[in-house]
């Protein structure tokens, strides 16, 4: 029986330095023994009852409070080159690995594909739940395969890509199976061939700026310089990176924007819709720099939410609360959070 420990502490397992305990936890390490743990836990007295939650790196996490519950701490490990063909490089890892150094190790291997993903914090377990992207690329277009296993009965189950339900910043996993899987690990399909995503012009400058050759640790340097240079380190300063989605809108309403706000970004989302660029709404709305106790919107990206130190869930909240009502009286559009909240 894996150990369990009890009144266990979250406040470091999550980036924003939330403050909370969860009544037990236990730290899932082993693959090889996982569906036989997953089983006496079932079986265990003190545990019945409890809601599981699975938690990776907490970086995409708010805690409203105390939880009386079971967390499973996903640390399951792995890295590993599957299959290769003359189109694709196949890399299976495992659900607790940290995703930033995962990147790098697929660099390591001479791989490309993620480069523009890297120092997302989080696990890799994490990235089908959320779909993370950055810099024009989302992690939907590398993932083959997502293994899980279901926490009520202990079956296995293998998605595809295309079962996730992959959308902007969303997935099934975190809709519809939310609380149900453990992701046990993650294939990922990457290119043979090195193509450079250099879509946005800030890592396309400071590609030029750094490297006279254009190679996936180029791209991986340049979006780690950028991300630094923006965002906060969560070790000196609580956050969950990016708080708020980009926003969805008609086409049309983008474009009546547009014409009374002509300095607001804008990017194409299908045929009749576009994306705003929630850090400048919210920068619009007066909130970059500014906070309410000890939570605030960072004074270098008004998109990222931070602690300032000893904050709970209920300022995180307030806050929120706060700018989403800002910018829907002055521009009429909907802010919604990325971070999933446990209440």
Same mark, same amino acid.
């Given at each position: 029986?894996?150990?369990?420990?009890?009144?266990?502490?979250?406040?470091?397992?999550?980036?924003?330095?939330?403050?909370?305990?969860?009544?037990?936890?236990?730290?899932?390490?082993?693959?090889? !023994?996982?569906?036989?743990?997953?089983?006496?836990?079932?079986?265990?007295?003190?545990?019945?009852? $409890?809601?599981?939650?699975?938690? &990776?790196?907490?970086?995409?996490?708010?805690?409203?409070?105390?939880?009386?519950?079971?967390?499973?701490?996903?640390?399951?490990?792995?890295?590993?080159?599957?299959? %290769?063909?003359?189109?694709?490089?196949?890399?299976?890892?495992?659900?607790?690995?940290?995703?930033?150094?995962?990147?790098?190790?697929?660099?390591?291997?001479?791989?490309? &594909?993620?480069?523009?993903?890297?120092?997302?914090?989080g696990t890799v377990g994490a990235c089908p739940v959320q779909?993370?992207?950055?810099?024009?690329?989302?992690?939907?277009?590398?993932?083959?395969?997502?293994?899980?296993?279901?926490?009520?009965?202990?079956?296995?189950? !293998?998605?595809?890509?295309?079962?996730?339900?992959?959308?902007?910043?969303?997935?099934? *996993?975190?809709?519809?199976?939310?609380?149900?899987?453990?992701?046990?690990?993650?294939?990922?399909?990457?290119?043979?061939?090195?193509?450079?995503?250099? &879509?946005?012009?800030?890592i396309a400058r400071e590609v030029a700026a750094h490297a006279?050759?254009?190679?996936?640790?180029?791209?991986?340097?340049?979006?780690? %310089?950028? %991300?630094?240079?923006?965002?906060?380190?969560?070790?000196?300063?609580?956050?969950?990176?990016?708080? *708020? $989605?980009?926003?969805?809108?008609?086409?049309?309403?983008?474009?009546?924007? $547009?014409?009374?706000?002509?300095?607001?970004? !804008?990017?194409?989302?299908?045929?009749?819709?576009?994306?705003?660029?929630?850090?400048?709404?919210?920068?619009?709305?007066?909130?970059?720099?500014?906070?309410?106790?000890?939570?605030?919107?960072?004074?270098?990206?008004?998109?990222?939410?931070?602690?300032?130190?000893?904050?709970? &869930?209920?300022?995180?909240?307030?806050?929120?609360?706060?700018?989403?009502?800002?910018?829907?009286?002055?521009?009429?559009?909907?802010?919604?959070?990325?971070?999933?909240?446990?209440?």
């Amino acid at each position: 029986m894996l150990p369990i420990e009890t009144s266990f502490d979250l406040t470091p397992h999550n980036t924003l330095g939330l403050r909370a305990k969860a009544s037990h936890a236990v730290r899932l390490r082993e693959p090889a !023994t996982l569906a036989a743990d997953l089983r006496l836990l079932r079986e265990a007295q003190v545990l019945v009852g $409890k809601p599981w939650l699975v938690l &990776g790196g907490g970086s995409n996490l708010v805690l409203a409070h105390d939880l009386d519950a079971l967390i499973l701490k996903n640390e399951l490990p792995g890295r590993v080159i599957t299959a %290769r063909d003359s189109e694709h490089v196949f890399v299976r890892a495992g659900g607790g690995e940290n995703w930033h150094e995962f990147v790098m190790w697929t660099l390591d291997q001479n791989l490309s &594909g993620l480069e523009n993903l890297a120092l997302i914090p989080g696990t890799v377990g994490a990235c089908p739940v959320q779909n993370i992207g950055a810099y024009g690329l989302e992690v939907m277009e590398r993932i083959w395969q997502v293994e899980t296993i279901n926490l009520a009965t202990g079956e296995p189950k !293998t998605f595809s890509a295309e079962e996730c339900g992959f959308s902007y910043r969303d997935s099934a *996993f975190k809709q519809e199976w939310a609380g149900k899987l453990l992701i046990t690990s993650v294939l990922f399909r990457l290119p043979a061939q090195f193509e450079a995503r250099l &879509g946005y012009g800030e890592i396309a400058r400071e590609v030029a700026a750094h490297a006279d050759v254009v190679t996936p640790r180029a791209v991986a340097e340049a979006v780690i %310089r950028t %991300r630094r240079a923006k965002l906060p380190d969560p070790a000196q300063i609580g956050n969950a990176g990016s708080f *708020f $989605k980009n926003p969805i809108v008609p086409s049309a309403f983008a474009a009546e924007l $547009k014409s009374r706000h002509p300095a607001l970004p !804008t990017y194409e989302a299908g045929a009749s819709e576009m994306k705003l660029a929630a850090g400048w709404l919210i920068d619009q709305a007066g909130w970059k720099g500014k906070r309410i106790g000890p939570v605030g919107m960072y004074e270098k990206q008004a998109l990222c939410l931070v602690n300032h130190g000893g904050a709970t &869930g209920a300022d995180v909240a307030q806050v929120r609360a706060a700018v989403q009502a800002d910018v829907m009286r002055l521009f009429g559009v909907a802010l919604e959070p990325e971070p999933v909240v446990w209440a």
